[in-house]
């Protein structure tokens, strides 16, 4: 069976709930890649090595990330060696399977499932700077949560940008949740003791907490959030279960950037990936998980408060080339 009837099979049933998701928040990128895409195949009647450098520019382009390019590119000749393809319009094809591949490389699916502990408090810690929707994706994630019918409750760890409790506090009342916050300018630290104390005593399925995204300079924000990490896992010795990172992928490169300096710092277990929809350049997905081998757990796909989506792979590939998938 071929890859994209796979695909075809494998959403079928979903198509609603997960495919229309990712098509619908992938058509910039979709119209910017895939045509080029089509272009390219129109142009070149056999695969040659012409037919490649043209194909590295296009994934370049959309932010797929030079070095993941390179690997990708390399995989694609393999490939379609291996398999004597010499119709352009057949690469096609093998390029949504090698992403897939490339995003996986050496991982299981799972890898984009959510790290909660089932037997007790469950707490996430969000990292990234101002501006990239970090408090947004918390309050998306809470109500995602209680729809699955956990119970969730937040922290104001960012008690140093102006607003931030307030606007974390608007999120709490819009989906039924509790904030524990203290004034502005407090230690965040000290907000964190209390919001696991509390968490343990109403016994809370999980813990969201908000970090500052800036201080006065990246070494006083590392060591903040090395702080509040710390005192986390003196009261609950696994946690956190998971360091999310949240990225603004109309930024390109600079998320890429973003997500190495936080990395270096501190354990990110996942990203998530905001304002997907608003790119052409959703290639960046590949890159962050290629690059620095860290998951992307949520995708924003929109501004509702139900466009805060898991990850997958395969469906991230299928809203990618929707269009030639559907006409198999």
Request: proline content about 1%; hydrophobic content about 40%; glycine content about 8%.
């Amino acid at each position: 069976m071929s890859f994209f009837n796979k695909l075809k099979d494998k959403f079928s049933q979903q198509t609603d709930q997960v495919t229309g998701k990712f098509k619908d928040g992938l058509t910039k990128t979709r119209n910017s890649f895939t045509t080029k895409v089509n272009d390219l195949v129109a142009k070149y009647r056999t695969v040659d090595e012409e037919f490649f450098e043209e194909l590295e520019e296009i994934l370049i382009g959309a932010d797929v990330g030079v070095q993941t390019v390179m690997d990708l590119i390399e995989q694609l000749e393999m490939e379609v060696k291996r398999r004597n393809i010499k119709d352009t319009s057949q690469v096609k094809e093998v390029i949504s399977e090698k992403l897939v591949d490339i995003y996986y490389g050496k991982d299981s699916e799972d890898v984009e499932e959510l790290n909660l502990n089932e037997n007790g408090l469950s707490i996430i810690l969000f990292v990234g700077v101002n501006g990239v929707g970090k408090t947004t994706t918390i309050g998306k994630l809470a109500h995602k949560l209680r729809s699955e019918g956990k119970s969730v409750l937040l922290a104001a760890g960012d008690t140093f940008r102006a607003g931030a409790i307030d606007q974390l506090d608007v999120w709490g009342d819009r989906v039924g949740v509790d904030v524990i916050k203290h004034s502005e300018g407090s230690d965040p630290a000290a907000v964190m003791y209390d919001a696991v104390q509390a968490a343990k005593s109403r016994g809370v399925d999980v813990l969201l907490c908000d970090t500052a995204g800036r201080l006065q300079n990246k070494v006083n924000l590392m060591n903040e959030l090395e702080k509040v990490k710390r005192v986390i896992t003196r009261e609950v010795p696994d946690a956190p279960h998971e360091v999310l990172l949240v990225l603004d992928a109309t930024t390109g490169q600079n998320a890429l950037s973003q997500a190495k300096t936080f990395s270096a710092s501190t354990d990110v277990s996942g990203i998530v990936l905001t304002k997907l929809d608003g790119t052409a350049k959703g290639g960046i997905v590949l890159a962050i998980r290629h690059e620095l081998n860290i998951p992307v757990k949520f995708v924003g796909l929109g501004e509702q408060i139900t466009d805060l989506q898991t990850f997958d792979a395969h469906a991230f590939v299928y809203g990618l080339f929707a269009g030639m998938i559907e006409e198999e």
